[in-house]
């Protein structure tokens, strides 16, 4: 709808603006309006679950997915992942899940909720994840949106909730905002970027080589 940020200067409302916890870098702070705020949503507006309950995330690497990791995990939620990749696995360990598994991996038990970012390469495994009465929040859908199966059958009969979620609200990043400071939780960055290699950093995110999120500075 409106020009991007990939910019230099940038010229915003100053009521949009939310104050910087002070215990952030500016680059780790930058995270949270975007892959944060939608897990934020996800997470605590959108998936019903209450801490204590179990969450499986989809993907253990991007920055959408550590972000839920480390959220859930400092809210006392139960976190599960996936990852197809060994190292990925033991780093999201390391920043708050409880269990990894590998993709597509019966699980020992269901949950409540499943974040879906993947998309179409891991629906059926989220939605047979889910026990009955269970929500899947899904935000993206990275390796395409047209499932094999859409698994509808199983979604009236176990009368599951498919939500979807983008991004949040103002109020909704004031409350990240404090969340992350009252919990000493930081972002996970898997690298830092000069704009001008802009680039080199979406490659890396199309090739899926990333653990947290990628941040441009000037």
């Known amino acids: 709808m409106h020009d991007g940020t990939l910019a230099e200067r940038v010229l915003v409302p100053s009521a949009n603006l939310v104050p910087k916890p002070e215990a952030l870098s ?5 995270c949270l309006s ?11 507006t959108k998936s019903g679950v209450r801490p204590g309950g179990t969450v499986l995330v ?3 690497g991007g920055g959408v997915a550590t972000a839920l990791i480390q959220l859930g995990s400092a809210a ?7 990852s197809r990749d060994e190292a990925r696995g033991e780093r999201a360990l390391e920043i708050g899940a409880d269990r990894v598994f590998g993709s597509g991996e019966r699980l020992p038990a269901r ?24 929500t899947i ?12 199966k859409a698994e509808l059958t199983k979604i009236f009969f176990k009368q599951l909730r498919v939500i979807g979620s983008t991004m949040g609200t103002r109020d ?21 970027m ?22 441009f500075t000037m």
């Open 26 to 30: 500016w680059e780790a702070a930058a």
């Open 194 to 215: 000069p704009l001008a290699d802009a680039r080199d950093g979406f490659a890396k995110m199309i090739d899926g080589d990333v653990f947290g999120k990628v941040v």
């Open 76 to 82: 006392g939620y139960r976190m599960w992942a996936t």
């Open 34 to 44: 975007t892959a944060w705020l939608t897990a934020y949503r996800m997470l605590f």
């Open 137 to 148: 929040v899904v935000s993206g859908a990275t390796s395409g949106d047209a499932p094999a």
């Open 172 to 192: 909704e990043l004031v409350l990240l905002a404090q969340f992350v400071t009252s919990q000493g939780v930081e972002p996970v960055i898997d690298s830092v």
């Open 58 to 60: 989809q993907g253990a």
């Open 111 to 134: 949950v409540e909720a499943v974040m879906e970012t993947v998309g179409a390469a891991t629906w059926s495994h989220s939605i047979n994840s889910l026990r009955p009465g269970g």
